[in-house]
């Protein structure tokens, strides 16, 4: 049995491990998984079912519970002949920032959420064939240390990173740019109007 210690992980995390040990798991053993949080659990049995692997959930206590990933006899789980069926949305997209929070509510766990989207980009199978970043999404690109690393690593697997020059001088960040380059509206415009568009 293969042991994935998500103990202490938030989402994303405890799936990208999950995912990391599935690819490596062509013996098909049974992959025992840590969390200590329910929101997890629910989310790795959701990707056990589209997978078609038996996943059973045991609550240890209120802060610790396993999953159990169950090979035995599974002979419809096709990702231990083929790990490409991990790779859902095969289709090229880009992803648009238009600020540094993600979604409404207190904007500090706003920021969180949105630096663990970008980090979570980084994991995908398939990474995003542009990041375009507008209005205050340009931070990340600049003063966000931690998306600016993970936008590098992007950068790095083949990802464009652009950010909108005008917005980089309408908030005194355009000597700040620490990733990628800069780009007009004009370009956004044609970006997000030929592309499949992601937004978180």
Do not use: H, W
Request: with cysteine.
């Amino acid at each position: 049995m293969i042991e994935v210690n998500a103990m202490g992980k938030v989402c994303p995390i405890p799936v990208i491990m999950t995912k990391k040990v599935l690819r490596e798991n062509t013996a098909g053993e049974n992959i025992l998984i840590r969390v200590d949080n329910e929101i997890a659990t629910q989310n790795l049995t959701k990707m056990a079912g589209q997978l078609n692997i038996k996943a059973s959930v045991t609550k240890l206590n209120d802060a610790e519970y396993t999953v159990l990933y169950d090979f035995q006899g599974c002979e419809a789980c096709a990702i231990l002949n083929d790990t490409s069926v991990l790779e859902q949305g095969a289709d090229e997209y880009v992803v648009v920032i238009n600020s540094d929070k993600m979604g409404t509510g207190d904007e500090g766990f706003g920021t969180k959420l949105l630096e663990n989207f970008v980090y979570a980009l980084t994991e995908q199978d398939r990474i995003p064939k542009m990041v375009v970043m507008y209005n205050s999404g340009v931070r990340l690109a600049t003063e966000n240390e931690k998306t600016v690393n993970d936008l590098k690593t992007l950068q790095d697997k083949g990802t464009e990173v652009l950010a909108c020059g005008l917005c980089l001088d309408f908030y005194g960040l355009k000597e700040k740019l620490q990733v990628g380059s800069a780009t007009n509206m004009y370009r956004i415009t044609e970006i997000m109007r030929t592309n499949k568009v992601v937004k978180p």
